[in-house]
């Protein structure tokens, strides 16, 4: 016999893959798929705590500012940008899985490439206005 303690999900994971289903269901069914994903984004951010809210508001702002052609979306019950339908950056907020710091994640399709070894997430507490800055030029970047 095996220990499933050990190998099952969290209950927070379980309900992050239960939201994604429902995300895909849900988006099987849009016919304006950037403005139904908006919508549902900026719901999910409306229901963060306000630390991770403020960032996550501010995140989406910069990226439709610096990638307008990224399209918006929910990704695991978090906020999530996308370009040919692939996720290319997430916000996860620090609360989702009671962590300590928000993140700001890169996936595969964003064009980050910098020689053999660059960071594709970052711990995020608070935005100053370098790190706006910073996060701007990656997420033109990312998007292009």
Do not use: C
């Not at 929910?74 to 290319?88: E, I, L, M, N, S």
């Not at 989702?96 to 910098?114: C, I, V």
């Amino acid at each position: 016999m095996t220990d499933t303690k050990n190998d099952s999900f969290s209950a927070d994971e379980r309900a992050a893959m239960k939201e994604r289903a429902a995300e895909l269901k849900a988006e099987a069914k849009q016919k304006d798929k950037a403005a139904a994903g908006e919508k549902d984004l900026l719901k999910k951010i409306a229901e963060m705590p306000e630390s991770d809210k403020k960032i996550a508001t501010r995140i989406h702002e910069l990226v439709k500012e610096n990638a307008p052609q990224l399209v918006p979306k929910t990704w695991y019950g978090q906020p999530a940008w996308t370009k040919d339908d692939k996720v290319v950056l997430f916000f996860q907020s620090a609360a989702k899985f009671k962590t300590r710091y928000a993140t700001l994640g890169f996936q595969d399709p964003a064009n980050l490439d910098d020689g053999t070894m660059w960071p594709t997430s970052f711990a995020v507490t608070a935005l100053t206005s370098a790190d706006e800055t910073t996060l701007a030029a990656l997420i033109a970047k990312a998007a292009s």
